[in-house]
């Protein structure tokens, strides 16, 4: 089993900066790919960064140059440039483990994030 908790949400006007944090506790050594999604309000969640277990990243097009994400023993970042009134949702921090059957998928609690305009 693996727990993540999200931290470092908040309000920040447009242009601003938001580092969200998540700390995996439990079996982390079995983690494999780890992510950051969010979901807006009436939207689908989706998908913003991943990082793989050797550090390779892939982002969301909508957030390219302004998000980098980065992993840290067993604490997964989300640092957020240049903030825009449409990155506002809940962030959820996402863990993977491959188990014999298949990827489980771990979750978080989410942390909101409100970019004001």
């Known amino acids: 089993q693996v727990q993540l908790v999200e931290s470092g949400g908040g309000l920040v006007q447009a242009g601003g900066s938001l580092r969200v944090s998540c700390a995996a506790s439990?079996?982390?050594?079995?983690?494999?790919?780890m992510g950051w999604h969010r979901q807006a309000p009436g939207k689908q969640r989706e998908l913003v960064a991943s990082?793989?277990?050797?550090?390779t990243t892939t982002y969301a097009d909508s957030v390219k140059g302004r998000f980098s994400i980065s992993r840290d023993k067993n604490t997964l970042y989300l640092q957020m440039i240049n903030l825009k009134p449409e990155d506002t949702a809940v962030y959820y921090c996402?863990?993977?483990?491959?188990?014999?059957?298949?990827?489980?998928?771990?979750w978080g609690q989410g942390t909101q994030v409100i970019v004001s305009s």
């Open positions: 439990g079996s982390t050594s079995r983690i494999g790919v």
């Open positions: 996402n863990a993977v483990i491959w188990r014999t059957w298949g990827p489980q998928d771990y």
């Open positions: 990082i793989s277990s050797v550090g």
